[in-house]
């Protein structure tokens, strides 16, 4: 694939439909050339922001929670309100206060810098949170 696109979700469409590479047009004539040698030689050339991102897509679930500094109980929250649990549900399930809930999800709005429960759950799918 040669192209201006680096948007993931195009990347990895490529990728499953069979792209045996992925080189954006801002690469040189030269790096070019050696990239269609190598698919001809059985290589699957990448431009390097591609690989990174590839790369990044393999990494554990850890690495995203410790990204935003979320602790263990932090994560626990997260992965409730994801299943869509209320916050009282949250506090019978964690065996805390509703306050102390409360106090959580601060932190956690805070730390993942978003302002409701919503944007929460979606950064906590998208990068990999829980």
Known sequence: M??????EERLF?????????????NTSFVSLLEAIDNVLHGG???????????????????????????????????????????????????????DTVRGHIRNIYAKLHVNCGREAVVKALRDKIV
């Open 2 to 7: 040669h192209t201006v696109l680096e948007d």
């Open 13 to 25: 469409q490529c990728l499953c439909s069979g792209a045996n590479g992925y080189i954006l047009k």
């Open 44 to 98: 699957a050339p990448l431009s390097p922001s591609i690989a990174k991102k590839i790369l990044q897509s393999f990494r554990p679930v850890v690495a995203s929670r410790l990204q935003y500094h979320l602790s263990d109980r932090e994560t626990e929250i997260v992965k409730h309100l994801v299943k869509g649990f209320s916050y009282k549900m949250i506090a019978q399930a964690c065996h805390i206060s509703l």
